[in-house]
């Protein structure tokens, strides 16, 4: 009769785990495609689209001169080749990664926790703003989490039954592809080390030094392929001067770009720090819970918190702080909630349900923010002001066969391209330098995908520019009246297309135009103020938020293309 009853009562769980699980699937899957195809592809998302079209022997050398590792941009060539190349589709890959990751954390929590700490974290996990943020953005960032919570899963399991070799093999492969991802997946492997040390201190038979040493060591074999790469890459040190240098604010605020969001609270508010206390006391609560699952809580507190406090070290000599990298991170944060409150809620309901409510509070103005990209993070403001999408399918109608079409920088360039429909390959302006000296573009980055087929696409002095129809398409950021200084006399406007933070102006040449000797040079019109900054050493140019009439974490780093 008891055994009996015990069944029922198994298989009563079970059907309810199901319908759970479904439930927050269902959940995930709607938060993440809600308003998915509504921002506009900028240049990151527009490095992605264009280097996947090629195929996967041009990905990796391609890829040798960017910053990132080569996997994504494959995975992602396959994966439109499936479902194509439109903006929901590319997307859509990011959104089933990070789902992916949901259900891998949902599987940790089930080996690590309770019951109803799994289900509190499958419900903030599916909630989670950063997440849904970048699950909507075309880059590598819930792909790489998804490889280093299934490691992390492979190795709770590992240590569980160390006669198992699968396990140990699963491991192996899923952190070599996260290696293939992001570079920052090393932040992880600190994680599971300190993870290991501790397992093996309270158990000695659990996972020897020799077995862990030798799964690490193929690890490292595996990625020698791209280490010739990633040196150079290292060396380079291009492709981060964007980020803003570390600041007591951005230490208290640490939570607050992971989960709140919201950009309208003063930087300086306290409001801000409130997160930051509020996850350190559920991590407090892990630390000091019962000593036998101190290996796991050190775990679940490690997931979040080495990779942030590593990465503020090491943004002591160079700023690397950006939410985005640490979006892996930050699934960590639900799980060390969800352990906490698990554990208030023995004996402190109220405490548990007040703080469940402020969490959900906070995860609710972080979706919002994201919905209404308002949320703060990299790139945000681009995607919501500069319409390239509306102003390539304008300029679409309106141009002729023999029109000429130049984008004026790399950072329009890119994202112009892929929205591009009118069968005319776009060419590539370069300022040229105060001192009159060409300024040959640099075979990295965005450089290196432009100009794949060839060099003719750029050039910096306008009267070389040849037209077959006396009709040229000039696509550029926002500027002031002074920005007509830049065009020969001869050159008549005669339309202009609004995009947002973008424009196109048309215009028509004089049938007997006067010589020029020289194309125009910046020293020409020093009072241009344009909305395209030219950063450092680098190949992209920054939105301006004082054009937009928003903040931007940038303009302090950066200088203007044009003028003094």
Request: charged share 15%; proline share 5%; aromatic share 14%.
């Amino acid at each position: 009769m008891n055994r009996h009853c015990a069944d029922r009562i198994g298989s009563s769980s079970l059907l309810i785990d199901t319908v759970g699980l479904i439930a927050v699937v269902i959940l995930a899957l709607l938060m993440r495609f809600h308003a998915i195809t509504i921002p506009a592809v900028w240049y990151d998302e527009a490095f992605s689209l264009l280097l996947a079209r090629e195929t996967p022997w041009e990905i990796w050398p391609i890829t040798a001169r960017d910053v990132h590792p080569p996997l994504y941009y494959v995975l992602l060539h396959y994966w439109m080749l499936l479902v194509g190349d439109d903006v929901l589709s590319a997307r859509s890959l990011s959104v089933l990664a990070d789902v992916g990751t949901l259900l891998l954390s949902i599987k940790l929590m089930s080996l690590v926790a309770t019951r109803r700490a799994t289900w509190i974290a499958a419900l903030l996990l599916a909630l989670l703003p950063i997440s849904i943020r970048y699950s909507q953005e075309v880059r590598m960032y819930t792909m790489v989490s998804f490889w280093l919570m299934g490691a992390t899963v492979a190795l709770v399991c590992w240590v569980k039954a160390p006669d198992k070799k699968r396990f140990a093999t699963l491991y192996v492969l899923l952190m070599t592809a996260a290696f293939y991802t992001h570079y920052f997946a090393a932040l992880c492997v600190l994680v599971h080390w300190l993870f290991w040390f501790r397992v093996r201190h309270v158990r000695a038979a659990v996972l020897p030094v020799r077995a862990w040493v030798l799964a690490n060591s193929a690890i490292v074999v595996l990625f020698l392929p791209w280490m010739s790469h990633f040196i150079r890459q290292l060396q380079r040190r291009d492709g981060l001067d964007w980020i803003p240098p570390l600041t007591w604010q951005t230490v208290l605020n640490t939570v607050w770009p992971f989960t709140v969001m919201n950009d309208s609270v003063p930087v300086t508010s306290w409001w801000r720090v409130v997160p930051t206390l509020l996850i350190l006391v559920c991590a407090a609560t892990l630390l000091v819970k019962d000593p036998k699952e101190r290996g796991y809580n050190i775990l679940l507190v490690g997931y979040f918190f080495v990779p942030v406090l590593i990465v503020y070290i090491l943004s002591l000599w160079v700023p690397i702080f950006s939410a985005r990298y640490l979006t892996f991170a930050a699934v960590g944060l639900p799980l060390i909630v969800a352990v906490a409150l698990d554990a208030w809620g023995i004996r402190r309901r109220v405490l548990t349900v007040a703080a469940m409510f402020f969490f959900l509070v906070g995860e609710t103005q972080g979706l919002l923010a994201v919905y209404q990209q308002t949320d703060g993070l990299n790139g945000t403001a681009v995607r919501r002001e500069t319409r390239l999408d509306i102003l390539a399918a304008r300029i679409a109608r309106e141009v002729r066969p023999d029109d000429e079409i130049v984008v004026d920088g790399m950072f329009w360039y890119l994202p112009f391209k892929y929205y591009n429909a009118t069968g005319i390959q776009p060419r590539i302006y370069v300022y040229r330098y105060p001192t009159d000296e060409s300024r040959e573009p640099y075979s990295f980055g965005g450089w290196a995908l432009a100009l794949q087929r060839g060099a003719g696409r750029y050039f910096d002095d306008i009267s070389t520019l040849k037209l077959n129809a006396g009709r040229i398409w000039w696509v550029t950021g926002k500027v002031n009246a002074n920005h007509a200084r830049l065009f020969p006399k001869h050159w008549k406007q005669t339309l202009r297309l609004d995009g947002g933070g973008v424009e196109a102006s048309l215009f028509i040449l004089d049938a007997a135009p006067a010589p020029l000797a020289a194309g125009p040079k910046r020293s020409d019109f020093p009072a241009m103020a344009c909305c395209a900054y030219w950063r450092a050493d680098t190949d992209r140019a920054i939105f301006s938020g004082e054009v937009l009439g928003i903040r931007t974490p940038y303009e302090s780093q950066t200088r203007p293309i044009a003028g003094p």
